[in-house]
């Protein structure tokens, strides 16, 4: 059983087909069906009246100097990323803060905790029995757990960091220009 490979003619092949950039096979493969699917051959000669419409425009030639002038735009558009991208370690409040949030969120873990009662294991039993309840779930447990708290409170640091880290280069990118 050999599967048969669905053609399909886009735009963008017709384009390709137009400009030769197509290998044999595939000029074959657009041939063949055009041949069988005369709309997509209109298509084909709207692609050539806008190549013929294309060639007919006026070329202008450039003014003497103007890659002189795009080259130095584009480097002072780029003198403020260098600048900011040297600096970006050594600002003392992005440490300062990560080094705050980093201990608010680790100080927890290094602190003995109080000994809390154990919670009961869920116990699942041998054989469902379909007259028993569904059972349900506690989020309240989920939610007052300690290390569901302090992955959220991870979180929260983290994204706070990146908050700041984005503020941070807003700033030098306003100061160096």
Do not use: C
Request: net charge negative; glycine share 2%; proline share 6%.
């Amino acid at each position: 059983m050999e599967m048969e490979h669905k053609f399909m003619l886009t735009d963008d092949l017709l384009w390709d087909y137009a400009d030769g950039f197509l290998s044999p096979e595939e000029t074959r493969q657009v041939a063949d069906f055009l041949q069988k699917h005369p709309e997509y051959q209109a298509r084909l000669d709207q692609i050539h009246a806008e190549k013929r419409a294309f060639a007919n425009l006026p070329l202008e030639k450039a003014d003497s100097g103007f890659a002189q002038q795009v080259m130095s735009a584009w480097a002072a558009e780029q003198q403020p990323a260098v600048a900011t991208a040297k600096n970006k370690g050594n600002d003392w409040i992005f440490w300062a803060a990560s080094s705050v949030i980093a201990l608010l969120v680790f100080l927890p873990f290094l602190l003995p905790s109080k000994s809390a009662a154990p919670a009961k294991p869920l116990e699942i039993p041998e054989k469902w029995n379909p007259q028993w309840e569904l059972p349900s779930y506690d989020w309240a447990g989920l939610f007052g757990n300690n290390t569901t708290y302090f992955l959220l409170l991870a979180t929260l640091a983290l994204l706070s960091l990146k908050l700041l880290d984005k503020y941070l280069q807003v700033r030098h990118l306003q100061t160096a220009a």
